[in-house]
T-cell receptor, first 113, second 111 residues
């Protein structure tokens, strides 16, 4: 069975500082990996996806993620955070590109001035 | 291009009642998936519809059922509501072999 672990429940970062959100997955075959962001009371917005190819993927809003098969990880990074990045971030894995997604429990990001 | 829309935005029901939630998929998307997101949790997969047929189901009881219509819009029906059904219900649409795009969700409160 596939699963996703996001070990950090809550992270606080100063505005302008760099960010890394951790994601570890468990899946027996080649995974399809996603990061979504959710603002309070809102739906999920796709930040980026990994299907195949280059293991460093670029997304919207200046985010990037690196797929490391040996570590079963797909960590999300941003070089300089903005106050508007404060939100809940979810990592998800799917067996196929549009099959059911299994989500982690999320990481809440707080930005301080 | 219109994104995924859901109605209603909020809903309050009493335990034992039935509820229907609606989703309009993004233009051209023929696959719709439903997720339940309890407070403080990640979304949990309920089921998926592809071309009006159920195409996978998560660990939810039969009182959770759905439909997909010829225009690819979809309904989620929940019978015999329980307090634990209180959650944000998310609909996502997609094309075959492509990523899912989510709607804003319906907040269901069961009292």
């Amino acid at each position: 069975a596939q699963s996703v672990t996001q070990p950090d429940i809550h992270i606080t970062v100063s505005e302008g500082a760099s960010l890394e959100l951790r994601c570890n997955y468990s899946y027996g075959a080649t995974p399809y990996l996603f990061w979504y962001v959710q603002s309070p009371g809102q739906g999920l917005q796709l930040l980026l996806k990994y299907f195949s190819g280059d293991t460093l993927v670029q997304g919207i809003k200046g985010f990037e993620a690196e797929f490391k098969r040996s570590q079963s990880s797909f960590n999300l990074r941003k070089p300089s955070v903005h106050w508007s990045d404060a939100a809940e971030y979810f990592c998800a894995v799917g067996a196929l590109r549009n099959e059911k997604l299994t989500f982690g429990t999320g990481t809440r990001l707080t930005i301080i001035p | 291009e219109t994104g995924v829309t859901q109605s209603p935005t909020h809903l309050i029901k009493t335990r034992g009642q039935q509820v229907t939630l609606r989703c309009s998929s993004q233009s051209g998307h023929n696959t719709v998936s439903w997720y339940q997101q309890a407070l403080g949790q990640g979304p949990q997969f309920i089921f998926q519809y592809y071309r009006e047929e159920e195409n996978g189901r998560g660990n939810f009881p039969p009182r959770f059922s759905g439909l997909q219509f010829p225009n690819y819009s979809s309904e989620l029906n929940v019978n015999a509501l329980e307090l634990d059904d209180s959650a944000l219900y998310l609909c996502a649409s997609s094309l075959p072999a492509n990523e899912q795009y989510f709607g804003p969700g319906t907040r269901l409160t069961v009292t």
